[in-house]
């Protein structure tokens, strides 16, 4: 589903949930780290991308569409791209760009969504919000243009049974479009 992470001298600032555990048989607070809503990615109307039938068994596959990168030497820039329509007809395709020390990340949504939230779960205690951006202890973070910003702590798990909190940042979109964060 397009997810992002991004590491910088080995530590990860821009980082994946993991999993916690494949078999919760004990409350985890009643989270699945697997789900949508705590991926770098996109989530269309509070639902999952592809839905889950069963603990191991999931439904209504997303259908990938182009998926390619591209390093620009002489310019100094470098570009991954991917796409995918889900099982609502939502289509969500995302283009990286790293761009001398910036990276540059554009989402196009597009469907019959009500919302979408483009989250990121920031590996940093230092986290202010001024207006649009998002000042942390490994650089900014600017928002999308019209968006709600949306700042919290969530549980992620570096490794198995494993937990600890990080904070999320979600911008709230209310129509289709080009969203870039930088």
Do not use: Q
């Not at 980082?15 to 697997?34: H, K, M, Q, V, W």
């Not at 990938?64 to 791209?81: D, F, L, P």
């Not at 986290?127 to 600017?142: A, E, R």
Request: with cysteine; net charge neutral; aromatic share 14%.
């Amino acid at each position: 589903t397009l997810h992002f992470d991004l590491w910088y001298k080995g530590e990860s600032i821009i980082c994946d949930a993991g999993t916690f555990s494949y078999n919760p048989l004990f409350n985890f607070e009643n989270i699945d780290l697997r789900s949508i809503h705590f991926h770098n990615s996109v989530s269309f109307d509070g639902a999952e991308p592809m839905p889950l039938l069963d603990r191991f068994l999931i439904g209504g596959w997303i259908k990938s569409g182009i998926i390619e990168s591209k390093t620009i030497v002489n310019n100094g820039y470098k570009v991954w791209c991917g796409s995918y329509k889900d099982y609502a007809g939502n289509k969500h395709t995302r283009i990286i760009r790293f761009i001398y020390d910036d990276w540059i990340i554009e989402d196009t949504l597009e469907g019959k969504l009500k919302y979408a939230l483009i989250g990121l779960n920031l590996n940093t205690s230092i986290c202010k919000l001024t207006k649009s951006v998002i000042h942390t202890s490994f650089g900014i973070i600017t928002a999308p243009e019209y968006s709600k910003i949306l700042l919290k702590e969530i549980a992620v798990s570096d490794y198995y049974m494993e937990k600890h909190t990080v904070k999320r940042v979600e911008f709230y979109i209310d129509r289709e479009g080009v969203f870039v964060t930088k």
